[in-house]
C-alpha cells in the first residue's frame, strides 16, 4: 500500500506559565491511501493534538513542535513555511472538527464559507465557486441546495451543520481528511447518519481519513487500522480486528473492557482506575505503568519499545519481553463484542 | 531503536504494585472566593498601583488642609498673589519659584517660605485649596456612588425577586429614563435645586442608578436560573446557605466593580459641571473649580492649572485601574 | 422587524414627551426670570411677558410649548435679541457637528486598529501599550487633553491657532481631544471582542481551509469583532455632546455646546430646554439607529426574529 502521510518522532510541547506540557512525546504513526485510522485515547491523550499538528494549527505560542517530521508525500510539513502550508491546508489535507454548533462563521452565508477554499486552492470565479458550492451541498445531501447555499449557519440544524463543515472539508478533494471527534456533539441518530455519509464519501473520492474518537463503537464502524494513545505515546497500533480480538496493551484492554456491551448482563462498566499521568511532569517509564494492573518494577523506569506482533501490529508494553510474566487479556474486553 | 540496555535487570520483571493514590490528590488546597479575589488582585500589578495612589491621595485629602497653616480662602493679594511653585530639592523640575520670563516671583514679593503648589490671583495657598477641593470631589463621588447602589441594588433586586408584572413595568419605566442623556438630566437638575454639593449629588445619583439596578437585575436573574444554584439545591443546601454562598458573593462582585467604575464617573461630572458654570459656587473648591480656575489662566499662570489636572488625572486613571483589576479578580472565568 | 421599530419610536416619543413635559415644568418652576431685572417697571416686565405669552394659564402655555415643538419652534431666546431658539441652534449647529464627526471618524478608525492590534499581539508589550493608552484615554478627561494641547502645541509650540474657528488647522485640537475618549473605549471593547471572536472555532475552521492570515483577520475576525461595536455608538455620542461643551469653550468655538453653557450662565431657559431637547433627541435616534443597525449587520437577528438578550 502506499504511504500518504508518515509522521515520525513527533513531539509537541505547549508552554503555561505554571509548566511545559509534553502533549505529544514521540508519535510514529503511517497512513496509507484510501484508509481510515482511528486514534483513539482518553482526553488529554494527544490525540487532537497530533492531528493539529499535522494540519499545522498548534497555536505558537504557547505550543511548538519541537522534533520530529510529518511527511506528506515525501515533504516535510514541519518545516514549510507559514504561506506554503497554506497550499496543503484545505486543499491536500482538510479537517472537520467536533462541535458544528461553533465551527461556522454565524455572519457568512454557507455558500460563502464553502467557496472561500474553492477560490484560494483551485482558482475558481465566484460564480463557478457558487456552483460547485451548490454541487458539494447536494453531495452531502442537504436537500434544496439551491437555497440553502445562500443561507446562515442559523438556520440549519446540528446535523446539517456537520454536513456543511464536511462539505467545506472536501471541497478541494483533499487526499486526507482529519476528523476530530466529528459526531460527538450530534444526537445518536444523527452520528450514524454523519458516519454514513463520511464512508460513503470516502468511496467516492478516494480519501483517507484520520478519525480520532474515543467512541470504540465509532472505530469498528470506519476504521481499517486503530493506534491507541495513551499520555502523549502511540501504545498500540494494528488493524481493527487485531485491535478488537487480538490486543495486547493492558490500556487497550482496559478500554475495550469499558465499552459497554450487548450481549453480556454487566451490573456496572468496568472504568480503569486512577487518572492519566500529568504531562508537565511525564513519567520515566511506561505511562500507563500507575494504573496497569500488570505493572512491573521495569515499567516505572524504562519506556518499553515497540516489538512487533504482526506485520501490521506494534504494541510498546514490557509485557512482551521474554522475561516477562505471561499474562492474559481479562475476558471483560468481551472479544466479538463489536456492535456491526 | 532496540534499547540494549544493561540496567534491566530480571528482578525488574516482577509485578509490583504502584500506587495511584499520588494521582489523584488534588494538589491545592481550596480557596474561598473573596481570598482568591484579593490573591488575584494582588497579584495584578497596575491595581496595586491603582489602589496605593488611592489611599495616598485619600490620606492626603484629609490630612493636608488640617496640617496646613493657611484656609482655603485666606487671602493675601498684597503680599503673596500669583507666586510660582517652588518646592525645596525639586527645583531642577521648574518648580523654583520663577515666572516664565525667569523673574523669581518670592523675591519680588519678599516671602521667605515656599508655597508647594503656588498661590493664585487672591494669593490663597493653592496646595491647600487642592487637597480640601480633592476632599469636596472624593466626598461627592463617594455619596454619589453609594446612593447609586442603594437604589440599583433595590430596585434591580425588587424587579428581579419579583418577576412577572413588577418587573415588566419597572423595566419599561428603566427603559424610558435611559433614554434621557445623564448630561441633560443632570443639568436639568441642577438648574433646579441650585448649585452646590448636596445638588450635585443628588443629580448625580438621580442619573446614575440605573446602570447599578440593571447589573444587579441581570445578575440575580442569571443566577437564579443557574445550575450550580440548582445543583446545590438539589444537594440540600438551604436557602440561606445558597443566598450567602452563591448568590451575595457572586452580585456584590458586580456591585463592587460597578460601583469603582461609577466612582471615577461622578468625580469627572464633578470636574464637568465646574466648567460649565454649575459646580462648586466659590469661595469653596472642589478638583472641577480648581482645574476650571486654572484653565482661565492657562495662558499667563499655567502652574495654577497644573496640579489640579494632575490630582484628578492621577485619581481618575487608579480608579480604573483598580476597577479593571478588581474585574478580572471577580471573574471566576479568570481562576486558574 | 417593523412591529419592533414601530414599538421602538412609539418609546422614543414617549420619552421625548416625558423630557419635553420635564423641561417645561422646570421653567416654571426655576427661580428667577429674565425679566428680573431692576431696571425695568412692573409694567415693563408685564408686557414682556404678554409679548412672550408669559400671562397665559400653565396649561395653555404648556400646549403652545408642545405644539410649538412640533413645528420645530422652540421659543424664543431671552438674550439673544429675542431670536427663535431653533434659528440660533442651526446658526451654531455647524461648527459642533463638524469636530464631532471628525471626532468620531478619527476616533473610531484609530481605536479600532489599537483595539485589533493589541488583541492580535495580546500579552505583549505591544498589547500593554495600547491598553495603557485607553486606560489614559478613558481616564483622563477631555478637557485635560485639550488644556495640554493648547498649552503645549498652541501657545509654547505655535503650531496650531489656539483657539477660534477657522480652517482645518482650527479644527485639529479640538477634534483630537474629543476623540481621545473614542479612541479608548473602541480600542478597549475592540480588543475584548476581537479575543472573544479569535477564540471562537469558526476562526480554526477558516485556518483548515487555507486561508491566509489576513483572509482570517479582516474577513473572519475582525468582521465579526466589529458588530457589537455599533453598541456603544449611542453612549459614544453622548460622550462627544458632553466634551464638546467644555472643549468649545477652551478652544472659543462658536458652537451649539459653546452657546449651550453661555445659555446657563446666563439662565436663558428656552435655549437651555431647545438644545437639552436636541441633544435628548440626537441620543435617542442615535440608539434607534444603533438597534436597527444591529439587526441588519448580524444576520442571527436579521432573520432569526428574536433579539440577543
Not at chain 1, 496497569?292 to 514490557?318: G, I, L, N, R
Not at chain 2, 544493561?6 to 528482578?11: A, E, G, V
Request: some cysteine; hydrophobic content about 45%.
Amino acid at each position: 500500500m502506499d504511504k500518504l502521510l508518515e509522521i515520525k518522532d513527533l513531539q509537541v510541547t505547549f508552554k503555561t506559565y505554571a509548566a511545559t506540557v509534553q502533549a505529544v512525546r514521540g508519535v510514529n504513526l503511517t497512513v496509507n491511501k484510501r484508509e481510515t485510522l482511528a486514534i483513539v485515547g482518553e482526553s488529554g491523550s494527544g490525540k487532537s493534538v497530533t492531528s493539529k499538528a499535522i494540519m499545522g494549527l498548534i497555536p505558537n505560542p504557547p505550543g511548538k513542535i519541537t522534533g520530529g517530521e510529518i511527511l506528506f508525500e515525501g515533504t516535510d510539513l514541519t518545516k514549510l513555511s507559514e504561506r506554503k502550508m497554506q497550499k496543503y491546508r484545505g486543499n491536500e489535507i482538510s479537517m472537520i472538527f467536533q462541535d458544528p454548533m461553533t465551527s461556522l462563521n454565524p455572519t457568512m452565508t454557507i455558500g460563502k464559507q464553502i467557496a472561500e477554499g474553492l477560490r484560494k486552492h483551485q482558482g475558481l470565479s465566484k460564480s463557478e465557486a457558487r456552483k460547485r458550492a451548490v454541487q458539494l451541498l447536494d453531495l452531502v445531501g442537504i436537500p434544496n441546495p439551491q437555497v440553502r447555499v445562500k443561507q446562515y449557519p442559523h438556520e440549519f440544524s446540528g446535523g446539517m451543520r456537520q454536513r456543511v463543515v464536511i462539505a467545506i472539508a472536501l471541497a478541494c478533494n483533499p487526499k486526507l481528511l482529519i476528523a476530530d471527534e466529528p459526531t460527538t456533539a450530534l444526537d445518536v441518530t444523527i452520528q450514524a447518519q454523519i458516519l454514513d455519509l463520511m464512508k460513503d464519501l470516502q468511496a467516492k473520492m478516494d480519501t483517507a481519513i484520520i478519525l480520532i474518537t474515543h467512541d470504540l463503537g465509532v472505530v469498528a464502524n470506519m476504521a481499517h487500522r486503530v493506534a491507541v494513545m495513551y499520555g502523549g505515546k502511540i501504545v498500540e497500533t494494528g488493524t481493527v480486528d487485531e485491535i478488537f480480538y487480538r490486543p495486547k496493551h493492558p490500556y487497550t484492554w482496559g478500554l475495550l473492557s469499558s465499552m459497554p456491551k450487548l450481549h453480556t448482563r454487566q451490573s456496572e462498566l468496568l472504568a480503569i482506575p486512577g487518572t492519566p499521568p500529568d504531562l508537565a511532569n511525564p513519567p520515566k517509564g511506561c505511562p500507563f505503568a500507575a494504573r496497569c494492573p500488570h505493572a512491573m518494577k521495569v515499567c516505572t523506569e524504562f519506556m518499553p519499545d515497540y516489538s512487533d506482533v504482526s506485520d501490521t501490529q506494534q504494541v510498546a508494553c514490557w509485557l512482551q519481553d521474554e522475561r516477562a510474566p505471561k499474562v492474559e487479556p481479562p475476558e471483560t474486553i468481551g472479544v466479538g463484542g463489536r456492535t456491526r | 531503536m532496540s534499547v540494549v540496555n544493561d540496567n534491566i535487570t530480571l528482578d525488574m520483571f516482577q509485578p509490583a504494585q504502584i500506587s495511584a493514590d499520588e494521582s489523584d490528590r488534588i494538589s491545592a488546597p481550596s480557596i474561598g472566593f473573596w481570598k482568591d479575589a484579593w490573591l488575584r488582585l494582588r497579584k495584578n500589578k497596575a491595581a496595586v498601583v491603582g489602589l496605593f495612589f488611592i489611599v495616598l491621595i485619600v490620606i492626603m485629602a484629609i490630612v493636608a488642609p488640617m496640617l496646613s497653616k493657611y484656609g482655603i480662602d485666606d487671602q493675601d493679594v498684597v503680599n503673596r498673589q500669583n507666586l510660582y511653585p517652588r518646592i525645596p530639592g525639586l527645583e531642577w523640575l521648574g518648580f523654583d519659584g520663577k515666572d516664565s520670563t525667569g523673574m523669581d516671583t518670592y523675591e519680588l514679593n519678599g516671602v521667605k517660605q515656599n508655597f508647594w503648589f503656588g498661590t493664585d490671583e487672591l494669593g490663597r495657598d493653592i496646595w491647600v485649596r487642592v487637597w480640601a477641593g480633592t476632599r469636596i470631589s472624593l466626598i461627592i463621588a463617594l455619596i454619589a456612588s453609594i446612593g447609586d447602589c442603594l437604589i440599583g441594588v433595590a430596585y434591580g433586586g425588587i424587579s428581579a425577586y419579583y418577576g412577572g408584572l413588577v418587573d415588566n413595568v419597572m423595566q419599561r419605566v428603566i427603559e424610558i429614563l435611559a433614554g434621557i442623556p445623564n448630561l441633560v438630566l443632570i443639568i436639568l437638575f441642577i438648574l433646579w435645586l441650585g448649585g452646590g454639593m448636596t445638588s450635585i449629588i443628588l443629580a448625580l445619583i438621580i442619573s446614575g442608578w440605573i446602570g447599578m439596578a440593571r447589573i444587579v437585575r441581570g445578575q440575580v436573574l442569571k443566577l437564579k436560573n443557574q445550575e450550580f444554584v440548582l445543583a446545590s439545591r438539589t444537594l440540600g443546601s438551604s436557602d440561606q446557605r445558597i443566598i450567602w454562598k452563591h448568590l451575595i458573593p457572586n452580585v456584590l462582585g458586580q456591585i463592587i466593580i460597578t460601583l469603582m467604575f461609577t466612582i471615577p464617573g461622578a468625580i469627572f461630572f464633578e470636574a464637568f459641571l465646574s466648567f460649565i458654570g454649575l459646580g462648586i459656587p466659590a469661595p469653596a473648591a472642589s478638583l472641577g473649580s480648581l482645574n476650571q480656575a486654572g484653565f482661565e489662566n492657562l495662558q499667563i499662570y499655567p502652574y495654577m492649572a497644573l496640579f489640579p489636572a494632575l490630582i484628578l488625572s492621577i485619581l481618575m486613571i487608579s480608579f480604573n485601574l483598580l476597577a479593571d483589576g478588581l474585574r478580572d479578580a471577580f471573574d471566576p472565568r479568570m481562576r486558574k | 422587524m417593523a412591529r419592533y421599530i414601530a414599538g421602538r419610536i412609539g418609546y422614543l416619543i414617549i420619552t421625548l414627551f416625558i423630557i419635553a413635559s420635564f423641561t417645561f415644568l422646570l421653567m416654571q418652576l426655576l427661580p428667577g426670570s429674565p425679566f428680573n431685572s431692576e431696571k425695568l417697571t412692573a409694567d415693563q416686565i408685564q408686557i414682556l411677558k404678554h409679548e412672550y405669552n408669559l400671562d397665559d394659564p400653565i396649561p395653555i402655555q404648556f400646549i403652545h410649548y408642545i405644539g410649538g415643538m412640533l413645528h420645530g419652534d422652540f421659543g424664543v431666546s431671552f438674550t439673544y435679541d429675542g431670536r427663535p431658539v431653533s434659528d440660533l441652534i442651526v446658526h451654531r449647529i455647524g461648527p459642533s457637528a463638524t469636530i464631532g464627526f471628525e471626532a468620531v471618524v478619527f476616533g473610531t478608525i484609530v481605536g479600532l486598529l489599537l483595539g485589533i492590534i493589541a488583541a492580535l499581539k495580546r500579552n505583549t508589550y505591544i498589547d500593554y501599550l495600547a491598553m495603557f493608552i485607553a486606560v489614559l484615554g478613558i481616564s483622563i478627561p477631555s478637557f485635560v487633553f485639550a488644556g495640554l494641547l493648547q498649552y503645549y502645541i498652541g501657545v509654547k509650540l505655535e503650531w496650531l491657532p489656539i483657539a477660534f474657528w477657522g480652517g482645518f488647522k482650527f479644527h485639529i485640537m479640538p477634534a483630537f481631544s474629543l476623540a481621545v475618549g473614542v479612541i479608548a473605549n473602541i480600542a478597549r471593547f475592540m480588543r475584548t471582542e476581537m479575543l472573544d471572536v479569535l477564540g471562537q472555532d469558526y476562526i480554526v475552521t477558516a485556518t483548515a481551509k487555507g486561508l491566509s492570515k489576513a483572509s482570517v483577520i479582516f474577513k473572519h475576525s475582525v468582521r465579526n469583532a466589529m458588530i457589537p461595536i455599533v453598541t456603544i455608538l449611542g453612549p459614544m455620542v453622548v460622550g462627544i455632546m458632553t466634551g464638546s461643551l467644555v472643549i468649545e469653550q477652551i478652544f472659543a468655538i462658536p458652537g451649539i455646546g459653546d452657546q449651550f453653557v453661555n445659555s446657563i450662565t446666563k439662565r436663558d431657559y428656552p435655549m437651555i430646554m431647545g438644545t437639552t431637547l436636541l441633544f435628548s433627541i440626537l441620543f435617542l435616534v442615535v440608539i434607534l439607529i444603533v438597534d436597527i443597525l444591529y439587526g441588519v449587520i448580524d444576520p442571527r437577528i436579521r432573520l432569526g426574529g428574536g433579539r440577543k438578550s
